[in-house]
């Protein structure tokens, strides 16, 4: 696959990278389900390109290019560059029907789109560096609320995935759908705004300390009233 586009957040540290693949396919000269068998067998996978205002291309592709793409897992997140007859037609999958027993794809339905069309597909969020998370390490936990958000834009802008960094994150930080940075002309189908995930549990009220203790000393009421309560010995017994 091939990257296209890659843009850093430096409030959320917040990474998209998009791609796409080639595929070469041939048009199916015939149709049915015992054409659809000899295809299989002879190592292909029947699809069809949807467009509209056009008839719909009955095609065959090679199932291992297909296969290398499709167990990626990002498949339906990423730009089809297919050739046929010598032209490279654009389009992105709509429907892939798998074998029951190997989990394989059987077939293939693609969207042809057109220069100025949008499409709605799913981006997956990759919460990144939870290992270096502030909140994480002092007692918080990673409440993922989505792990994939639907958004609007065009099939050249299509985001294979979003990387969230929580390493600045403290218990109590939330990530919303409005810190999420989107492709030029892209935006959430969802226009309300929503929480994306958030740093819950204890340790709050102690990240708000050591805040306070890096820019000025503790005031000496703070510094002496829990030793003080340690050292207070019982009355002795009359």
Known sequence: SHPLF??????????????SFNLKANLR??????????IRKAGQVPAVIYNKG??????????????HQYFKGNVFTTVAHIELG?????AVIHKIELNPV??????????????????????????????KSLGLKRGGFLHVVLRKVDILCSPDSI?????????????????????LQLPEGAKLAQKNDFIVASIIGRGSKDDDKVEGAEGAVASPAAATKAPAAADKKPAAKK
Do not use: C, W, Y
């Open 6 to 19: 890659l843009r850093v957040d430096t409030k959320l540290n917040i990474s998209i990278i998009m791609t």
């Open 29 to 38: 000269t015939t149709l049915g389900s015992s054409d659809s068998r000899r």
């Open 54 to 67: 056009s008839e719909n291309l009955n095609i065959v592709i090679d199932s291992k290019d297909f296969e």
């Open 86 to 90: 010598g032209k490279k037609i654009q």
């Open 102 to 131: 190997t989990d394989k794809p059987e077939h293939v339905d693609f969207f042809q789109f057109d220069k100025g069309a949008t499409v709605k597909v799913k981006a997956k969020l990759n919460f990144i560096n939870k290992d």
């Open 159 to 179: 985001p294979e995935s979003i990387d969230v960094d929580t390493a600045a994150l403290k218990v109590g930080s939330k990530v919303r759908s409005q810190d």
